[in-house]
């Protein structure tokens, strides 16, 4: 078996171990989770010193970022949110709270603008971006690279744009959101996989 069969074999039996701990977790504490990463990523340096900022919109089993991105809009701040296609994902502005109430849903149950839509400025190609907020389905620190390793869902979206935004004169800053029950010793990882400056988790 070769080392990249191995490392995709043990993502993926790390991946079903951490979907049954996510469908485990009571709505109450979710809840409870979100308010404290939350409160952690407004108080946070990334974060204050951030004007063009991207964010996931969350599914349920993910950390709620609703009102995360309440605040950065509240707070004048440019808002970048994840338009999916089968290949690719783009990070597009969103304008207003009214704006994202207004976005349909996808087959995923999470709002995103309408593919073919034309009026939204791409974050890299309209003056780059300071802070990416992501999602993930665990995380472990690396302290050999002082990072965090992140798995995601195996679809290679954020891992892809990511290495869009290395080619930019100032690179962002990326966050991820997790409940505790997510943070684990360690990730197998593979040279493609793309880790993350912080993780906040409850």
């Not at 707070?75 to 709270?97: A, D, H, I, W």
């Not at 620190?141 to 004169?169: A, I, M, V």
Request: net charge neutral; aromatic share 8%; proline share 4%.
């Amino acid at each position: 078996m070769t080392t990249t069969s191995s490392i995709s074999l043990a993502k993926s039996s790390l991946r079903k171990e951490l979907i049954h701990r996510l469908r485990s977790l009571s709505c109450e504490d979710r809840i409870k989770q979100s308010q404290i990463v939350t409160d952690m990523v407004i108080k946070s340096p990334e974060y204050q010193q951030s004007q063009r900022i991207s964010i996931y919109l969350s599914m349920n089993e993910e950390v709620s970022t609703k009102e995360l991105l309440d605040h950065i809009l509240k707070t004048g701040r440019q808002c970048f949110v994840p338009r999916y296609t089968k290949y690719n994902m783009e990070m597009l502005e969103l304008y207003s709270l009214e704006d994202y109430e207004n976005l349909p849903f996808t087959k995923w149950n999470i709002r995103q603008p309408e593919t073919g839509e034309i009026q939204r400025n791409e974050a890299l190609e309209s003056g780059g971006l300071d802070l990416i907020i992501l999602p993930g389905l665990g995380f472990s620190f690396s302290s050999n690279r002082n990072e965090w390793t992140r798995l995601g869902r195996g679809k290679g979206y954020y891992d892809t744009y990511l290495e869009k935004c290395l080619k930019q004169n100032s690179p962002p800053v990326t966050i991820a959101l997790a409940f505790k029950e997510q943070i684990v010793d360690s990730i197998p990882s593979a040279g493609h996989d793309k880790g993350v400056n912080q993780v906040f988790y409850s």
